[in-house]
């Protein structure tokens, strides 16, 4: 990544990584909520009216969610394990990749959600398309766009931006 004027490799690692933190906080609360909300779905009335198709979606958006929330969560605690290990740039690196794993399954788990209510509100065919509809959603935001802007423009952004 760029250096910012009069910026050495350590100052540019620290505020990579607490950029990468900061991103962070965004995802882990969605995440963390959707975790919650899904843990007490068993327990409502409705519950017992489920299909076998949908208590396996139901439990395998649950677990997409956990997984996701580990993800999202792991960078903050590889930190505090590497502390003084001198290790910053391999964090930096491993982190920022965990991070986009577990983004990438939040948009499973959020794709997940809406395919679980939309098929027990109303059926599996009104479902299915606004699955798909909400991956692709999920998928354009969170990659298409900005894998489109690196391809575009590439490295002609400034030398002095970290984006």
Do not use: C
């Not at 059926?123 to 509809?133: C, E, H, K, N, Y």
């Not at 969170?142 to 894998?147: D, G, H, M, R, T």
Request: no cysteine; aromatic share 10%.
């Amino acid at each position: 990544m760029p250096i910012e004027p009069d910026e050495d490799e350590a100052t540019r690692l620290n505020r990579n990584f607490d950029d990468l933190l900061q991103e962070l906080r965004v995802s882990q609360n969605g995440t963390q909520i959707l975790f919650a909300f899904l843990l007490t779905v068993p327990f409502s009335n409705g519950f017992t009216k489920t299909t076998d198709f949908q208590r396996g979606l139901y439990l395998t958006t649950l677990l997409l969610a956990a997984l996701s929330a580990a993800m999202l969560i792991a960078p903050a605690v590889m930190h505090r394990v590497l502390f003084h290990k001198h290790l910053k740039a391999q964090l930096v690196h491993v982190a920022s990749r965990i991070a986009l794993g577990g983004q990438a399954l939040l948009t499973l788990t959020v794709t997940g959600a809406v395919l679980l209510v939309a098929d027990y509100i109303y059926s599996l065919t009104v479902a299915i398309p606004l699955g798909v509809v909400t991956l692709l959603w999920w998928v354009g935001w969170f990659f298409a766009v900005p894998l489109g802007m690196k391809a575009r423009y590439g490295n002609r952004a400034s030398t002095t931006s970290s984006t």
